[in-house]
């Protein structure tokens, strides 16, 4: 087969789970005889002329086109917030790439940067479609579902009013967000409907409105339009079907993974908690293991912090000022996807302090598969792979105390380590998941030529 797979970003610069999926899944199929081809994005300039959006690349040995992307009008559009979900550039430069290439069937494991103007093309051109939810971007354009103030969100409502709060908040300056909030919620219902008239909706402020409020239907229709959506949690099946998602084109499959080259070696009875937590960013929690860490100045434990700090430099700092010089907490800075094995060879526990809702973190995979246990945020999609006082242990996300007394349960019983350690669910192998993608592949393709 010929395989077209997309997603928001990717390797060299990029290597975070959606990612490191993707990857791994399309040499997977390749080794399998496929030819497999990869569509992604990178930010990029603004003031960059159309024609040089796009480049060419490789990532062993598959053949990458990627779309430099900028919040800034381009191709024929001039609305950016309308280009965040259908981007006229993209899905030109998408024909020319399907008609060269030719692929018999596009699996989206991720549509942010690109948009979902791709969807439409596949159907002119009868090319089957698949997609592997790895976040909410369908249903919310920050893909998290989580406010400004760290509260969890339901998703836009009728008219996307409270995404008009909620972007108005993300301004620095909050004069906008300030003014919403002191109105009444059917008022901005009744201001966002009328940004929407078409008297105003090409003018101004009023512009960027009218498109977040129309990005909901939009992505509802392009989602109903995919063939198959492979779903890798219940959460993400609940969350599309409650946004409008036919259930008919839904079928559970979870992500597998390579897995880990070398296998944590087995737990001590006795000595100092090895804890480490992968991956940086306000949402990902590290700040609260760090907190849960200080309140425990007497316990022997030693805190490892993976990511790459150029990143996002401003939470590092954050992280070092609550660390507050305690030797017990260590930056180890980012590492090759292939060393995952190697650095939960060096753990006892791995933490995943979440404060959004996940969905299915491969990290929780890759810990399981080395009989690392799990110290996770009780939060939907962390749940559904880890539970309490089976495999692992969970605690309401955000709660610094409650993390704090399970490190010191776990320090005060090592046994309890080994036990969760022996309850480890292995996960499924990439091979096994490109077992099941094939098969999709193929009743799809079947059902296609059938329609011919």
């Not at 191709?75 to 979900?85: L, P, R, S, T």
């Not at 087995?266 to 849960?292: D, F, N, R, W």
């Not at 980012?334 to 990290?363: H, K, M, R, T």
Request: aromatic content about 6%; some cysteine; hydrophobic content about 45%.
């Amino acid at each position: 087969m010929r395989i077209l797979l997309t997603v928001h970003q990717f390797l060299p610069e990029h290597s975070s789970g959606t990612e490191i999926l993707t990857l791994h899944t399309a040499l997977e199929l390749k080794a399998r005889g496929h030819e497999v081809q990869v569509l992604t994005a990178i930010p990029a300039a603004t003031g960059m002329p159309d024609e040089e959006r796009f480049d060419r690349y490789e990532v062993d040995g598959i053949s990458v086109t990627r779309f430099r992307h900028a919040h800034s009008p381009m191709g024929d559009q001039n609305n950016v917030a309308e280009q965040e979900y259908d981007n006229h550039l993209v899905a030109r430069h998408f024909a020319s790439l399907a008609e060269s290439f030719r692929p018999d069937v596009l699996h989206f494991f991720h549509l942010a940067r690109l948009s979902a103007s791709i969807v439409e093309v596949c159907l002119q051109r009868g090319i089957p479609t698949v997609l592997t939810p790895t976040d909410f971007w369908f249903v919310c354009p920050t893909c998290q579902l989580r406010l400004p103030d760290g509260t969890m969100c339901p998703g836009p409502d009728r008219v996307a009013a409270n995404c008009v709060r909620h972007f108005a908040g993300l301004k620095p300056h909050g004069l906008a967000a300030a003014a919403l909030d002191r109105l009444p919620g059917m008022a901005v219902v009744g201001m966002v409907k009328a940004a929407s008239l078409p008297p105003f909706r090409r003018f101004g402020a009023a512009r960027l409105v009218s498109a977040l409020s129309r990005r909901q239907g939009f992505l509802k229709d392009r989602l109903n339009r995919i063939d198959k959506v492979l779903v890798p949690t219940r959460l993400m099946q609940r969350t599309l079907q409650g946004h409008g998602l036919n259930p008919a084109h839904v079928e559970y499959c979870a992500y597998g993974i390579r897995l880990p080259r070398t296998i944590a070696r087995g737990l001590h009875a006795q000595g100092q908690l090895k804890i480490g937590v992968i991956g940086l960013g306000e949402h990902k929690g590290a700040h609260i293991l760090v907190q849960a860490v200080r309140k425990l100045p007497g316990l022997d434990l030693a805190l490892r912090i993976y990511g790459r700090p150029a990143d996002c430099p401003e939470y590092v700092q954050r992280l070092e000022e609550l660390a507050g010089g305690d030797p017990r907490v260590e930056f180890c800075g980012g590492f090759p996807n292939d060393e995952i094995g190697v650095v939960l060879s060096q753990l006892y526990v791995l933490a995943v302090p979440s404060l959004w809702f996940e969905n299915a973190p491969l990290v929780v995979y890759s810990a399981q598969a080395a009989g690392v246990p799990v110290i996770a945020s009780d939060v939907a999609g962390i749940a559904e792979l880890v539970t309490d006082g089976d495999n692992g242990r969970l605690f309401p996300a955000g709660d610094v105390d409650s993390l704090a007394r399970i490190l010191a349960q776990l320090t005060a019983n090592p046994g309890q380590l080994a036990a969760l350690a022996a309850r480890a669910r292995k996960p499924k192998t990439i091979a096994t998941y490109a077992d099941e993608l094939l098969a999709v592949y193929a009743g799809l393709m079947a059902n296609e030529g059938q329609k011919a």
